[in-house]
């Protein structure tokens, strides 16, 4: 079964830093398009940064500067590293990925969400 899981989060003063990890499990063929979203309290779910076309990438302006994501296919792991955060920042961060699998009689692909991890930025 595939399945996308969240970690890294937690509470961290403003300035400080974070990592987020999103690990894909299962008979995982191809991970494409790999993204962080975040929701925070009563507002949408929003994009944070993804990639797009093969390595390229892109990021919600807020972000531009201070986070970065970056993946490794070999451990099928998505990171986030998050600087200089803003208690802004502070929401629920979310693993969304297009993931390709052998169901036993052909290919399949099909978009996944993590369960989320918590990110707070408070003093």
């Known amino acids: 079964q595939v399945q996308l899981v969240e970690s890294g989060g937690g509470l961290v003063q403003p300035g400080g830093s974070l990592r987020l990890l999103c690990q894909a499990s299962?008979?995982?063929?191809?991970?494409?398009?790999p993204g962080w979203y975040r929701q925070a309290p009563g507002k949408e779910r929003e994009l944070v940064a993804t990639?797009?076309?093969?390595?390229?990438?892109t990021y919600a302006g807020s972000v531009k500067g201070r986070f970065t994501i970056s993946r490794d296919n070999a451990e099928k792991t998505v990171y986030l590293q998050m600087n200089s955060l803003k208690p802004e920042d502070t929401a629920v961060y979310y693993c969304k990925a297009g993931i390709t699998y052998y169901d036993g009689s052909g290919y399949v692909t099909n978009y996944y969400w993590g369960q989320g991890t918590q990110v707070t930025v408070s003093s």
């Open positions: 299962g008979s995982i063929v191809e991970i494409n398009g």
């Open positions: 990639f797009t076309d093969g390595d390229s990438t």
